[in-house]
């Protein structure tokens, strides 16, 4: 069964510090097929990750991906006060057409 | 703008039958793969179901096969989810998601969701 695992679960930073999160995959898969989404209590996910780097339309630069075949990080270089939000790893395969980890959920410390 | 509009949601009995819609605005709706996602009540996102333009391929999650039927109808621009013999982990709030294939099929426009709750 494909698995995807991010850590850590919840991550207490304050405005203007870095955040890293983590999403590892249970098995090698394509950088092209991972993606990242942003969730903010009440409000639909939003994209802001595809093929791993590639920022959505519309994401401020401080927004970053990185990684390959199992291991993947969502960079946000200085967090804003709308930064906090649960964040979500998601892979495009074949069965089942998509996997979401479990998120990470971003708040002020 | 473009825009994805759920409607359907509500409160059902184990066992009963719910359909849920979603309207698209502002796109050309037959040209994309569509999907349904949802999040129970403290848990994360959880992909139900795809169906890609032509509804010639529809592929569902273990947990809702022989159970949900994801359709659509591109004249009127709107994606569907039957949804039969509902238990209470179905519960949870149901987006509509559209895959593009020039974000190598991320999901980039979602819906604001529709309640489904599944209690005697």
């Known amino acids: 069964e494909f698995v995807l695992t991010q850590s850590p679960g919840t991550l207490s930073l304050s405005p203007g510090e870095r955040a890293t999160l983590s999403c590892r995959a249970s098995?090698?898969?394509?950088?092209?097929?991972l993606a990242w989404y942003q969730q903010r209590p009440g409000q639909a996910p939003r994209l802001l990750i595809y093929?791993?780097?590639s920022r959505a339309t519309g994401i401020p630069d401080r927004f970053s991906g990185s990684g390959s075949g199992t291991d993947f990080t969502l960079t946000i270089s200085r967090l804003e006060p709308e930064d906090f939000a649960v964040y979500y790893c998601?892979?495009?395969?074949?069965?089942?057409?998509?996997?979401f980890g479990q998120g990470t959920k971003l708040e002020i410390k | 703008e473009m825009q994805l509009v759920e409607s359907g949601g509500g409160l059902v009995k184990p066992g009963e039958s719910l359909r849920v819609s979603c309207a698209a605005y502002?796109?050309?709706?037959?040209?994309?793969?569509m999907n349904w996602v949802r999040r129970a009540p403290g848990k994360g996102l959880e992909w139900v179901s795809s169906i890609n333009s032509d509804s010639k391929y529809v592929f569902y999650t273990d947990s809702v096969k022989g159970r949900f039927t994801i359709s659509r109808d591109n004249t009127k621009n709107s994606l569907f989810l039957q949804m039969n013999s509902l238990r209470a982990e179905d519960t949870a709030l149901y987006y509509c998601a559209r895959a593009d294939s020039n974000v190598i099929y991320a999901l980039d426009v979602w819906g604001q969701g529709t309640t489904v709750t599944v209690s005697s």
């Open positions: 098995q090698s898969v394509s950088s092209s097929s």
């Open positions: 093929g791993a780097s």
């Open positions: 998601q892979q495009y395969g074949s069965s089942p057409r998509y996997s």
């Open positions: 502002g796109f050309t709706f037959r040209a994309y793969t």
